[in-house]
């Protein structure tokens, strides 16, 4: 006698209802040997749909408990045949029972340079919003109520402030990127990452100095040599810590009636880069080394090393908050305040987006008010 499937529903809490299966005659329990006649799917859908993303939500989940119900049909009345579109069902289901967390922390191992911090940080996040999240958890209302966790949880640098809006920001970024690849690897059967919107970024204001202040700083002492000519040498070409940091003197070049150059691969980016550096700027590197030596070995990025950034900063009698990162905002500012062109200093500094450059344009529309509202004509 063949077995009929029929997928039924049963109201549940919350204005749900509970996905189950209704085998007639009953079946055997794989895990009790007892007979039964309903499977519960752990599914569930919303019998009053509210918006968009609810009523997605509902047809995607009965599609696949649909495909669950045939599934089984065919296993109990020709378990010998099944189509390729019921094995990639079997396959999904069986991928939804699949962490993602984990496959977030494997995707997070995978990151090197100042992008594993932020992986790192993202994965902290994403287990504090739920540490047993798997695949077939992840909907459009759900990526929703992870934004909105991430905009309201508390920092984790301190219990009294919730997380930067860029912070936030940047962590739902690394989730975006691991869902575009999960739906590549065959573990989502929708593209999540292009259905969910980002979080916006919030502007941030750029501290700089003047050329005033750059020279003052030039003639100030430092305690820490290194990390004076690195941060004068940032100044002097835009580079990140990161990318001074890593610098070799392989990667320097001098090509007779142009100058010098550096070619390299940006740290944050990778983009791979010729940039032309003046001879002022080389003076900086000191005497050179063999080819494979760091040009500022010994540089770190550390609360110790900060110190001696504030103390630098402190003594040249400059009160702005300025961090190392400063110096590379201080180049493009000054440029842009010279004439250079926007598109010019775009691709001096690396970046992909002239959007990216464009807040240095704001910055110096504000000296330009500023400097026209210095004459004041006696009335």
Known sequence: MAIKVALR??????????LYLDFYPAVPNPETGETTRREFLGMYIFVNPKNPIDKQHNTEQIKIAESI??????????????????????????????????????????????????????????????????????????LEDLKEFLLTVKSSRSDKTTLAQNSAQAYFNKVKAALKQAFKDGMLQTDLNAKIPPIKAEETRRVYLTLEELNKLVKTPCNNDLLKRAALFSALTGLRHSDIKKMKWSELEFVAGQGYFLNFDQQKTKGVEVLPISEQAYSLLGEPGEPSAQVFSGLKYSAYQNKHLFQWIGAAGITKDITFHSFRHTYATILLSKGTSIYTVSKMLGHKDLKTTQIYAKIIDEVKREASNKIILDF
């Open 9 to 18: 529903q049963k109201s549940i809490t919350n204005g749900r209802k509970s």
């Open 69 to 142: 119900r045939h599934q089984r049909e065919n296993h109990f009345n020709k378990p010998e045949i099944y189509s390729q579109y019921e094995k990639q069902q079997l396959r999904l289901k069986e991928n939804g029972e699949k962490s993602f967390s984990e496959y977030f922390e494997k995707l997070a191992d995978k990151r090197t340079g100042t992008n594993t911090d932020n992986w790192a940080a993202a994965l902290k996040y994403l287990k504090q919003f739920n540490s047993k999240l798997k695949f077939a958890d992840l909907n459009e209302r759900l």
